[in-house]
């Protein structure tokens, strides 16, 4: 008899038990941020970030729920204007842990003009790699930051490497380390990592007004690469079940 993989069993585990009277694990809320009329930054090569976050916010969501564990996907249609319905659906929906998904940029200063198929661009070389951001006014901190060094650390094992600039002492950055080792920053005051009733992270996935991150999430094997460490780094943290 053919042998079914991990994920599959624990899967099928899973809609069996309801039938049981054993309750299910918690939900995943996974947050693609921005929205179509607010599109957060430009990349270099001029695309929306909220292009990016929805992209790699369906990704992660496709493969946690292909792992057997339930996900509250929120803002992924681009319609969710107002941050603070982010956490109220949230926290309405019981989620064990809330996951923000975003794309990074550097400061206006380090931009530089330059053109691409005729058009009038801008990009920067100031910063790239991914960022995690933690707030101090989420009531489960440590939850929080156990899960952001978790996922930090999973994608540096993968190759992928942290971003420096937000500590930088000047206007607009000035973040206060959490963890450096693993690329992470305390951001205290944004709503979505202080209004949540759980644990709350917030991905910058890569610097997407630097040109060579772009052109690498622009590769067919990133978004599904980055995926699979967010997974590994949820399950290290015990956001979600482990899969063995």
């Known amino acids: 008899m053919k042998r079914l993989p991990h994920r599959c069993c624990y899967a099928l585990i899973l809609a069996i038990l309801p039938c049981l009277g054993i309750a299910q694990p918690k939900p995943v809320a996974i947050d693609a941020g921005h929205s179509m009329a607010h599109s957060g930054a430009v990349s270099a090569y001029g695309k929306p970030e909220f292009a990016y976050n929805a992209a790699l916010a369906a990704t992660i969501s496709d493969l946690l729920v292909a792992q057997g564990v339930p996900v509250i996907k929120i803002g992924h249609d681009g319609k ?113 990592l202080k209004s949540t009733a759980m644990p709350a992270v917030l991905l910058e996935a890569a610097v997407i007004a630097n040109r060579q991150d772009e052109e690498k999430l622009q590769t067919p094997q990133m978004h599904p690469s980055i995926a699979a460490e967010v997974a590994k780094g949820l399950s290290a943290c015990n956001a979600i079940p482990t899969l063995h």
Not at 96 to 101: G, R
Not at 124 to 136: A, I, K, W
Not at 153 to 160: E, I, N, P, V
Not at 175 to 181: G, L, M, S
Request: net charge neutral.
């Open 80 to 192: 969710m204007d107002d941050l603070k319905k982010r956490p109220q659906l949230a926290n309405a929906a019981g989620a064990a842990f809330f996951l923000s998904i975003h794309h990074d940029s550097a400061q206006p200063h380090y931009f530089k003009p330059w053109q691409w198929q005729g058009k009038n661009l801008q990009h920067t070389e100031h910063g790239s790699g991914f960022s995690l951001f933690v707030s101090r006014k989420n009531p489960y901190l440590t939850n929080s930051l156990a899960c952001a060094s978790a996922l930090g650390k999973a994608l540096k094992q993968a190759g992928f490497y942290p971003s420096q600039h937000h500590a930088e002492k000047i206007v607009g950055e000035n973040k206060e380390w959490a963890d450096q080792e693993n690329g992470v920053f305390y951001y205290d005051n944004l709503v979505v």
